[in-house]
């Protein structure tokens, strides 16, 4: 099966065969030496797709597929489950394998956990054998590319959906969604917008009565992180401290007037300590006034201080105050450390096992 060129992949797949037929060439393009795949388009039943992949030493592994045109994370359990349910004339066990026109983020993270191989059109794919051995891994596109103007929003930009997020992941309760209209702050529209994409994300349940449940909070903010971002979504400037963090955290005890939430490393080490902090991250109000109330300089290079401001007033929401300092609420830093720079990420991933393992000491 010959690769695809640019022009096949700008061209979206409208069928499910066409599905079946793009991810395949996809892996086929992607095979080492000796690799082969063939699919089978037209078989028993209900299945879309079978697909053999033969390996160098002859050893072959057998595909079931569903293709879908679309597929959002709340498809996958009852796909997965017809899958499995499938029986092909001598094969003993064959595999599930998800195809689509586009996997979103939270769909492929639900897939990799249950070890399940998947691969979508732009190029996202994830397959694992034991026999014939294989890891097959590439990353295709991060926002569909094909999604029309009346189809629902993929996103959870702005700072409405930055209320609900927060309010969510901050405040462990079951509720309604006239009562996250109220602890949020968003409007009932955007609540429930918000809410309708995190359960077809399978991010959140609702029950019957329309009660939310099954919060999946880290992955509600990892989720986040893709549409949000301490440097990206704020007017943010470079600063340094002269005398250090130690002396910028004495000046902002002694500070009057200013409306601040320091975040990022300093606001993390207090809870999960990965490393001396180098750089401080704040939310304030006027980045004019706060540099100069706490004696910072501009600077383009060597900052040791980043000062964040923009529309999203929700990073004030549930302060925490320790040791005279405000600090964001854990899940903001979490957010802010996951999209910082430098060795940010990663501390951001020890401050979200530190908030799995101590869950009842900040969540409301």
């Given at each position: 099966?010959?690769?695809?060129?640019?022009?096949?992949?700008?061209?979206?797949?409208e069928r499910r065969?066409?599905?079946?037929?793009?991810?395949?060439?996809?892996?086929?393009?992607?095979?080492?030496?000796?690799?082969?795949?063939?699919?089978?388009?037209?078989?028993?039943?209900?299945?879309?797709?079978?697909?053999?992949?033969?390996?160098?030493?002859?050893?072959?592994?057998?595909?079931?597929?569903?293709?879908?045109?679309?597929?959002?994370?709340?498809?996958?359990?009852?796909?997965?489950?017809?899958?499995?349910?499938?029986?092909?004339?001598?094969?003993?066990?064959?595999?599930?394998?998800?195809?689509?026109?586009?996997?979103?983020?939270?769909?492929?993270?639900?897939?990799?956990?249950?070890?399940?191989?998947?691969?979508?059109?732009?190029?996202?794919?994830?397959?694992?054998?034991?026999?014939?051995?294989?890891?097959?891994?590439?990353?295709?596109?991060?926002?569909?590319?094909?999604?029309?103007?009346?189809?629902?929003?993929?996103?959870?930009?702005?700072?409405?959906?930055?209320?609900?997020?927060?309010?969510?992941?901050?405040?462990?309760?079951?509720?309604?969604?006239?009562?996250?209209?109220?602890?949020?702050?968003?409007?009932?529209?955007?609540?429930?917008?918000?809410?309708?994409?995190?359960?077809?994300?399978?991010?959140?349940?609702?029950?019957?009565?329309?009660?939310?449940?099954?919060?999946?909070?880290?992955?509600?903010?990892?989720?986040?992180?893709?549409?949000?971002g301490f440097q990206?979504?704020?007017?943010?400037?470079?600063?340094?401290?002269?005398?250090?963090?130690?002396?910028?955290?004495?000046?902002?005890?002694?500070?009057?007037?200013?409306?601040?939430?320091?975040?990022?490393?300093?606001?993390?080490?207090?809870?999960?300590?990965?490393?001396?902090?180098?750089?401080?991250?704040?939310?304030?109000?006027?980045?004019?006034?706060?540099?100069?109330?706490?004696?910072?300089?501009?600077?383009?290079a060597g900052a040791?201080?980043?000062?964040?401001?923009?529309?999203?007033?929700?990073?004030?929401?549930?302060?925490?105050?320790?040791?005279?300092?405000?600090?964001?609420?854990?899940?903001?830093?979490?957010?802010?450390?996951?999209?910082?720079?430098?060795?940010?990420?990663?501390?951001?991933?020890?401050?979200?096992?530190?908030?799995?393992?101590?869950?009842?000491?900040?969540?409301?």
């Amino acid at each position: 099966m010959p690769a695809l060129g640019k022009a096949a992949l700008d061209t979206p797949p409208e069928r499910r065969v066409d599905v079946l037929r793009r991810v395949v060439a996809l892996v086929v393009d992607r095979l080492p030496p000796g690799w082969s795949m063939r699919l089978a388009e037209h078989v028993m039943g209900r299945i879309d797709g079978v697909a053999e992949l033969t390996g160098p030493d002859g050893a072959k592994a057998v595909f079931v597929i569903e293709a879908k045109r679309s597929m959002v994370t709340s498809d996958l359990a009852a796909a997965l489950d017809q899958l499995r349910s499938y029986s092909l004339p001598h094969v003993d066990r064959p595999l599930p394998l998800i195809a689509a026109r586009y996997l979103g983020s939270s769909a492929r993270a639900w897939l990799e956990e249950r070890k399940v191989s998947y691969v979508d059109a732009t190029g996202n794919m994830h397959i694992t054998l034991e026999r014939p051995a294989m890891y097959l891994r590439d990353r295709g596109a991060d926002r569909d590319p094909w999604r029309g103007p009346g189809r629902p929003r993929g996103t959870l930009q702005g700072p409405p959906a930055a209320r609900v997020v927060r309010a969510l992941v901050d405040i462990a309760a079951d509720m309604s969604v006239p009562d996250l209209v109220r602890l949020s702050g968003a409007s009932t529209g955007a609540t429930y917008r918000v809410v309708d994409f995190l359960e077809r994300e399978a991010l959140v349940t609702r029950v019957k009565g329309g009660r939310i449940r099954d919060v999946e909070w880290r992955q509600i903010l990892e989720r986040w992180s893709e549409d949000y971002g301490f440097q990206r979504s704020n007017r943010v400037s470079a600063y340094l401290s002269p005398r250090g963090l130690p002396a910028l955290q004495e000046n902002l005890r002694g500070v009057h007037g200013l409306r601040y939430a320091l975040t990022g490393s300093l606001a993390a080490h207090r809870l999960a300590p990965y490393a001396p902090a180098k750089l401080a991250m704040l939310y304030v109000d006027d980045v004019t006034e706060a540099a100069e109330k706490l004696k910072l300089r501009p600077v383009d290079a060597g900052a040791n201080v980043l000062l964040a401001q923009g529309k999203y007033d929700v990073v004030f929401d549930r302060l925490v105050q320790d040791d005279g300092l405000l600090y964001a609420a854990p899940s903001q830093v979490a957010v802010d450390l996951l999209t910082g720079p430098g060795r940010a990420p990663a501390e951001g991933q020890e401050l979200l096992d530190w908030m799995e393992e101590h869950e009842q000491a900040w969540r409301q």
